[in-house]
């Protein structure tokens, strides 16, 4: 592989790390299965079997029970297996409720942005876009406690999340759609401001991908009863039956077909989150790698973190920009190459797998430090991803 050669860079290239990740999966979705996972653990799948049988149902009200249970979600609000993974689940919430009152939208990471395209160009809303540039979040002093709102607690592609929801009103008129699918199960989710929450398996707990799930409070279930948007609904969006929401939805009668096979892997991915200690054992567990992540960034001049502000960092999908100032001040596609390059030697290593930043971000790399993550094997990455930057950089000596 050709090497990306700066001018006056003459320093010779590092010896390879001694130390390597025992798991290197480090995507930020489908991200890694639990540690110890074991395809062997799935054999009592329901395979073959009806969805609503008796025993299928059983299943399907354990992995919304599970789920409830871990993320300490109130006995007030409903929790429902969706189509379409944490898009599906939004889109659902977007399409089923929104167009009530104007509606505000946080755009600071990629998705965000595509639910403002999806409001403003689908559904032709009375929409305004609170925006900000990759590694910020937009002034959330702006968002009216009289309209509805549209965010994602977490930028995914951005490493920028909101640091709590201070800035959501307790006596708000409007109603919260809170995209969650990289904080659930890392960060701390105030549900009494949150009226409808969404967020997937494959990101949340290394779950399989296609099935997302939406939690929603009284405030969305009443909204959803008093309302019917003005636009046709498809099948795979429709949460309520004969003017009242759809109970059985909330009971693991899924809307559509739910494979048995990923469903026991998610009741399998929350019996091992059990394990850890629950949800404050999973924050531990992502505080600690994306801490990891941080002392290294310290100590290191060409890498810096997308998000500028330490109280809005991810800890999660951690987001890295090149701050060396020659690399930095370089055309953005050449900086696309080169974090392509550093991912290409680390995955041939075989000690990194999906490092890049999101397509449509900033030129960089995105470490996942999620729950299914070891801060040990991030601990290891960090010397490769050294290495990496100095055989792409590096004019030999």
């Given amino acids: 592989m050709a090497k990306l050669v700066y001018a006056l860079r003459m320093t010779p290239a590092l010896d390879k790390p001694a130390m390597r990740p025992a798991r290197p999966f480090f995507s930020s979705g489908p991200c890694a299965k639990p540690p110890g996972f074991d395809v062997a653990k799935l054999s009592s799948a329901l395979l073959g079997r009806y969805h609503r049988s008796p025993a299928g149902a059983a299943r399907l009200k354990e992995a919304i029970a599970l789920t409830a249970e871990l993320l300490e979600i109130p006995e007030s609000h409903r929790i429902a297996i969706t189509p379409a993974s944490?898009?599906?689940?939004?889109?659902?919430?977007?399409?089923s409720m929104l167009g009530a009152r104007p509606v505000q939208l946080l755009s600071f990471d990629v998705f965000g942005a595509t639910w403002v395209a999806d409001a403003v160009k689908q559904l032709k809303l009375d929409a305004e876009a609170l925006e900000a540039p990759p590694g910020r979040l937009p002034d959330l002093s702006r968002v009216r406690p009289d309209c509805d709102l549209v965010f994602p607690w977490n930028g995914t592609t951005s490493g920028v999340r909101v640091p709590d929801a201070g800035f959501i009103s307790a006596g708000r008129e409007g109603m919260v759609i809170c995209d969650a699918t990289s904080a659930v199960f890392a960060q701390d989710l105030d549900w009494s401001k949150l009226d409808a929450v969404t967020f997937s398996w494959q990101k949340a707990l290394g779950g399989e991908a296609a099935h997302g799930m939406i939690?929603?409070?009284?405030?969305?279930?009443?909204?959803?009863?008093?309302?019917?948007?003005p636009w046709p609904l498809p099948k795979i969006f429709r949460l309520k039956k004969g003017g009242k929401v759809d109970a059985a939805l909330f009971e693991g009668s899924t809307i559509n077909t739910p494979s048995m096979l990923c469903v026991e892997d998610w009741i399998a991915c929350l019996r091992w989150a059990e394990s850890m200690g629950g949800l404050e054992g999973l924050r531990r567990r992502c505080d600690a790698s994306a801490g990891m992540l941080a002392e290294w960034v310290e100590q290191t001049g060409w890498v810096d973190f997308l998000a500028e502000d330490p109280a809005t960092r991810s800890n999660t999908s951690v987001c890295l920009r090149f701050a060396d100032p020659q690399?930095?001040?370089?055309?953005?596609?050449?900086?696309?190459?080169?974090?392509?390059?550093?991912?290409?030697?680390?995955?041939?290593?075989g000690v990194a797998f999906d490092v890049v930043g999101h397509r449509e971000a900033p030129a960089g790399l995105r470490i996942w430090c999620g729950p299914t993550v070891d801060s040990d094997d991030v601990m290891a990455l960090t010397p490769w991803l050294d290495w990496a930057y100095g055989e792409v950089t590096t004019v030999p000596a």
Avoid: H, I, N
Avoid at 86 to 95: I, S, Y
Avoid at 327 to 349: D, F, H, I, Y
């Fill in 215 to 229: 939690v929603l409070g009284p405030r969305a279930v009443a909204r959803l009863e008093a309302y019917d948007p």
């Fill in 327 to 349: 690399v930095a001040a370089g055309p953005e596609a050449e900086q696309r190459r080169l974090a392509a390059a550093m991912a290409e030697l680390l995955e041939k290593e």
């Fill in 86 to 95: 944490d898009t599906g689940a939004v889109e659902m919430a977007m399409w």
